[in-house]
T-cell receptor, first 108, second 113 residues
């Protein structure tokens, strides 16, 4: 079983749609969780950290369910500029472990 | 956040040669890392660059192939030695801030012929 698993997509959605990505992780001792965004031929950029209480940043909402070892990212009112690969990332001790990413394509 | 620069941004190299990639961070950071991202795949950690001591390598990566230096808190180098086409990849430097957020350099796109 992979340490961090994501649905690779692609998710093809129209502008204005709401889309949700899920991620599961294998190590129950993991302490920190993140969503990164990676544009084509660019480096990953931190989108948001994920807290046990859930957190929201504008159109983006991240949730963590420790019991199910599950992380989610919800994007509301999708924009064309949201098209990217979204990486679920889990801190396992000293290192970050990356999921393979979920591709989002927002179309007009 | 930390601003990270890398050079070269890209290179095309011949089989059997070596390439050294430089990474500079704009502020002192405790942890620096080197990652590889092969085409169509996610990031894999190569090693943690330790200041003033040998790097800590992940399973599948060895010092002879990927020697790493970190002479101070803001600078590190990764060498890809005796390259083969399988080493063609993007190599990314990363640093972690005091609040546990991790940032990446723009990457070095390496093609080995």
């Amino acid at each position: 079983r992979k340490e961090v698993e994501q649905d690779p997509g692609p998710f093809n959605v129209p502008e204005g749609a709401t889309v949700a990505f899920n991620c599961t992780y294998s190590n129950s001792a993991s302490q920190s969780f993140f969503w990164y965004r990676q544009d084509c031929r660019k480096e990953p950029k931190l989108l948001m950290s994920v807290y046990s209480s859930g957190n929201e940043d504008g159109r983006f909402t991240a949730q963590l369910n420790r019991a199910s070892q599950y992380i989610s990212l919800l994007i509301r009112d999708s924009k064309l500029s949201d098209s990217a690969t979204y990486l679920c990332v889990v801190n396992m001790g000293y290192k970050l472990v990356f999921g393979a990413g979920t591709i989002l394509r927002v179309k007009s | 956040s930390a601003v990270i620069s890398q050079k070269p941004s890209r290179d095309i190299c011949q089989r059997g040669t070596s390439l050294t990639i430089q990474c500079q961070v704009d502020s002192q950071v405790t942890m620096m890392f080197w990652y590889r991202q092969q085409p169509g795949q996610s990031l894999t950690l190569i090693a943690t660059a330790n200041q003033g001591s040998e790097a800590t390598y992940e399973s599948g990566f060895v010092i002879d192939k990927f020697p790493i230096s970190r002479p101070n808190l803001t600078f590190s180098t990764l060498t890809v030695s005796n390259m083969s086409p399988e080493d063609s990849s993007i190599y990314l430097c990363s640093s972690r801030t005091a609040n546990n957020e991790q940032f990446f350099g723009p990457g070095t796109r390496l093609t080995v012929l």
